[in-house]
């Protein structure tokens, strides 16, 4: 007798299954070639330039200054990549690994600094492995994962009253 590797995976594919039933809809998978399937798979398969973002160097160091040194930068590419092991979002023969959300990252003190399309699942990833690093995201309170953060964090700086390391978000900034 087998066993299901993602009980939770299951759970769900049966709940999805169990509810198309109930409406009579008839549901099927079928494998499909990325080469003939390339509609589908256009958008993943382009690579975005507007994801080549990075905290410019010196107030990279003011923040490694106050936090400590990262071990792993886990949204990088060898262009922006601010620790020596990185996690690439595609594949990158000097990347430690690709796509930093199916690694755990309860090993190492990580530095991330997210595409803003994927904070709140970073959020998330940091509570399911308890892990720690340095969050790099904006004061931005109207977000819906905005109290997900404040209820994780160790340490924050504070933008009303400047406190070290806080920096102007304009001037921090740059294309990679």
């Not at 939770?8 to 009579?24: G, M, T």
């Not at 000097?94 to 399309?117: E, G, H, I, K, L």
């Amino acid at each position: 007798m087998g066993s299901i590797k993602y009980p939770k995976l299951a759970s769900l594919s049966r709940k999805i299954w169990q509810w198309c039933e109930s409406k009579n809809i008839w549901v099927f998978a079928s494998y499909i070639n990325s080469k003939d399937n390339f509609l589908a798979d256009r958008e993943s398969r382009t690579q975005s330039t507007e994801t080549e973002w990075e905290l410019n160097n010196q107030d990279y160091n003011t923040v490694v200054y106050h936090f400590g040194q990262p071990e792993v930068d886990l949204f990088a590419s060898k262009i922006n990549a601010k620790c020596r092991d990185y996690i690439s979002w595609h594949r990158d023969p000097d990347s430690m690994a690709v796509d930093a959300f199916t690694v755990s990252w309860s090993c190492f003190f990580f530095y991330a600094f997210p595409p803003f399309s994927l904070i709140l699942r970073t959020i998330n990833k940091i509570i399911t492995d308890e892990a720690r690093g340095i969050l790099i995201v904006p004061k931005w309170t109207s977000q819906p994962w905005y109290p997900l953060l404040s209820k994780i964090l160790v340490d924050r700086t504070n933008p009303s009253t400047g406190r070290f390391p806080y920096v102007d978000g304009r001037d921090c900034l740059r294309k990679a």
